[in-house]
């Protein structure tokens, strides 16, 4: 079974450029996660979906991060514009409704 | 969710045991202990949970206490492949989904 894939695994951006990251969840999975990683810490949880509702995106920076999950399978996760301090890990996580997480690779952003 | 304590570091042998500990003296009566890893630039990688008792699988064993504040994961035959950061994180399954904070996590360096 596949597993959570991420696009893309790395990428470099100049600061103020937009960016965006593409998460497809493990088939079935209805809730999906969008993780922050900063460097030496512990994954930070930015938002949740529930099929295509946020239900929560407490801690996601809404000036410049969006995301959105249409049709309730596929995610995008988007930042406009990018500063330095967003250089990190995104990590992208799925489960049934109260199941076991499962992460994906995480794509490494890069903001020079 | 209940706080974590586990220690920033420990080195094993190949092939011994390796014994990880976690406190959550303050954990209350409907929170899961759950034990994720995360090897050198993956994603978070699910290894077991429990709620009060014992839990075995292909990867580890959870032994809990009795009064549920503190437990430990064990692999059994540590490989140089179980080199990794793990994570010791309790959380209270429901409607809402698990909620996952993750810690500082144990630097496990496991050495030929």
Known sequence: EAGVVQSPRYKIIEKKQ??????NPISGHNTLYWYLQ??????????????????DDSQLPKDRFSAERLK??????????????????????????????FFGPGTRLTVL | DAKTT????????????????CNHSTISGNEYVYWYRQIHSQGPQYII?????????????????????SSTLILPHATLRDTAVYYCIVTSRGAAGNKLTFGGGTRVLVKP
């Open chain 1, 18 to 23: 937009p960016v965006a990251f593409w998460c």
């Open chain 1, 38 to 55: 900063n460097l030496g810490q512990g994954p930070e949880l930015l938002i949740r979906y529930e099929n295509e509702e946020a239900v």
């Open chain 1, 72 to 101: 309730g399978v596929d995610s995008t996760l988007k930042i406009q514009p990018a500063e330095l301090g967003d250089s990190a890990v995104y990590l992208c996580a799925s489960s049934l409704e109260t199941g076991v997480q």
């Open chain 2, 6 to 21: 586990q220690p920033t570091s420990m080195d094993c042998a190949e092939g011994r045991a390796a014994n990880l500990p």
């Open chain 2, 49 to 69: 949970h429990g709620l009060k008792n014992n839990e075995t699988n292909e990867m580890a064993s959870l032994i809990i206490t009795e009064d549920r504040k």
